[in-house]
């Protein structure tokens, strides 16, 4: 059974950096083809993808983030962490952490809960 | 970047009634265009992948189709648990960089 669970703060303050972990359990990423994302979702807004790591620690950014955006993992935890600096009241959104299906190109499959983060002084 | 574009915003329909909702690629994007669920305060589910592939346990009543920059998911007989937001998602792999639509809203009319 695979599942995926954010945790972090759930607020921060204006030009503080932001740092969440996604603990997965039912994949390793040390296998191939294997990915996980971050998509966040502003209240009552669309989806927006922000980051990807591949089993090979390859990694993909947003262009419009990829400044602020930093992927990781450890692959003996079963962890993906993202952190983004700068944070703004605008970055307030529920934040989601995801599996890539193991198919051509990157969809998700397996989706954590979401965890909401409010940006605010 | 590759901009997705839904329509509409918001769909009003009854329990029975055969629903369509479009969304349209700034460019071609081949079939690699996905549809994706979400109930209030849940994660999404994904529906279908490839345009047109079914994912597994999702009921035949929806289906993709489209190629290049047009698509569509079709709801054949609207139930009372399809009631909310849909979103379609490009992952062209040549952009590497991967994009949602702003999601369409299923209500109760």
């Known amino acids: 059974q695979i599942t995926l669970k954010e945790s972090g703060p759930t607020l921060v303050k204006p030009t503080q950096t932001l740092t969440l972990t996604c603990t997965f359990s039912?994949?390793?990423?040390?296998?191939?083809?294997?990915?996980v994302g971050w998509i966040r979702q502003p209240p009552g807004k669309a989806l927006e993808w922000l980051a990807l790591i591949y089993w090979d620690d390859d990694k993909r950014y947003s262009p419009s983030l990829k400044s602020r955006l930093t992927i990781t993992k450890d692959t003996s935890k079963n962890q993906v962490v993202l952190t983004m600096t700068n944070m703004d009241p605008v970055d307030t959104a529920t934040y989601y952490c995801?599996?890539?299906?193991?198919?051509?190109?990157?969809?998700?499959?397996?989706w954590g809960q979401g965890t909401l983060v409010t940006v605010s002084s | 970047d590759i901009q997705m574009t839904q329509s509409p915003s918001t769909l009003s329909a009854s329990v029975g009634d055969r629903v369509t909702i479009t969304c349209r690629a700034s460019?071609?994007?081949?079939?690699?265009l996905a549809w994706y669920q979400q109930k209030p305060g849940k994660a999404p589910k994904l529906l279908i992948y490839k345009a047109s592939s079914l994912e597994s346990g999702v009921p035949s009543r929806f289906s993709g189709s489209g190629s290049g920059t047009e698509f569509t998911l079709t709801i054949s007989s609207l139930q009372p648990d399809d009631f909310a937001t849909y979103y379609c998602?490009?992952?062209?792999?040549?952009?590497?960089?991967?994009?949602f639509g702003q999601g369409t809203k299923v209500e109760i009319k």
């Open positions: 998602q490009q992952y062209n792999s040549y952009s590497r960089t991967w994009t």
């Open positions: 995801a599996q890539r299906k193991l198919v051509a190109g990157v969809i998700f499959d397996y």
């Open positions: 039912g994949f390793s990423l040390s296998t191939s083809g294997v990915g």
């Open positions: 460019q071609s994007i081949s079939s690699w």
